[in-house]
């Protein structure tokens, strides 16, 4: 199973960017998806994850009301829109899928099955 992220790039601040990644490759029974990021010099963290129906979404609290996370279960495909966006969210952004487990999110890497190779995303100011 591979993922493969898109849509980073060199955006000012308050401008938006819509990151996607797609799963594909095997037989893959996509349950929770999720979106991290590491800036220069920090560890890296989960922004973003949702459940299988899409009915649970989790955001840290740094991109709450900047950003949504959203998925198409029929593309298995994730979605990252990021608006207002701070010189402060410059970072390669992650996309990670775990196998269902039951429809809930998580915020851990460990819970992770499959990564993205990481899009990077500079805002300027």
């Known amino acids: 199973v591979q993922l493969q992220a898109s849509g980073g790039g060199l955006v000012q601040a308050g401008g938006s960017l819509r990151l996607s990644c797609a799963a594909s490759?095997?037989?893959?029974?996509?349950?929770?998806m999720g979106w991290f990021r590491q800036a220069p010099g920090k560890e890296r963290e989960c922004i973003a994850a949702?459940?299988?129906?899409?009915?649970?979404?989790y955001y840290t609290d740094f991109v709450k009301g900047r950003f949504t996370i959203s998925r198409d279960n029929a593309k298995n495909t994730v979605y990252l829109q990021m608006n207002s966006l701070k010189p402060e969210d410059t970072a390669i952004y992650y996309c990670?899928?775990?196998?269902?487990?039951?429809?809930?999110?998580?915020?851990?890497?460990?819970?992770?099955?499959?990564w993205g190779q990481g899009t990077l995303v500079t805002v300027s100011s």
């Open positions: 990670a899928a775990r196998t269902y487990s039951g429809d809930t999110y998580y915020t851990r890497e460990a819970r992770y099955d499959y």
């Open positions: 490759g095997g037989t893959f029974s996509s349950g929770a």
């Open positions: 949702i459940s299988w129906s899409g009915g649970s979404t």
